[in-house]
Nanobody, 125 residues
């Protein structure tokens, strides 16, 4: 079994788009809830978006809901975060996390069982 990972980060100009991807470790579905968080140096971690892996229900943070979406490809055990109309304030390290507990809220950091290392997204003005 291989390890999971995240990719898709990089440098983009303001107004541009990126899609982040996160694969489940070993190719298996690892949780009921999978979420994206982001954190900039010196700032608190911020919830971005989450999805119920089995049912497909999603929630996107108010701060980005008009620009970001979240989706999953169950057959490939991959989580996506398409980001459009990026702004310099979106510059952060983005991390996917999952919870094995069915009742975990999408934005419950303490409820997550494991975290990825996160791709860096840099948006230039």
């Amino acid at each position: 079994q291989g390890e999971g990972g995240e990719w898709g980060g990089g440098l983009v100009q303001a107004g541009g788009s990126l899609t982040l991807s996160c694969s489940a470790c070993g190719g298996e579905v690892v949780g009921y809830v999978m979420s994206w968080f982001r954190k900039a140096p010196g700032k608190e971690r911020e919830f971005v978006a989450g999805i119920n892996w089995l049912e497909g229900g999603t929630w996107v943070a108010d701060s980005v809901e008009d620009r970001f979406t979240i989706s999953r490809e169950s057959a490939q055990n991959t989580l996506y975060l398409p980001m459009n109309s990026l702004k310099p304030e979106d510059t952060d390290v983005y991390t996917c996390a999952y919870s094995m507990s069915e009742g975990t809220d999408f934005d419950d950091e303490d409820g997550m069982d494991d975290w990825g290392k996160g791709p860096m997204v840099t948006v230039s003005s």
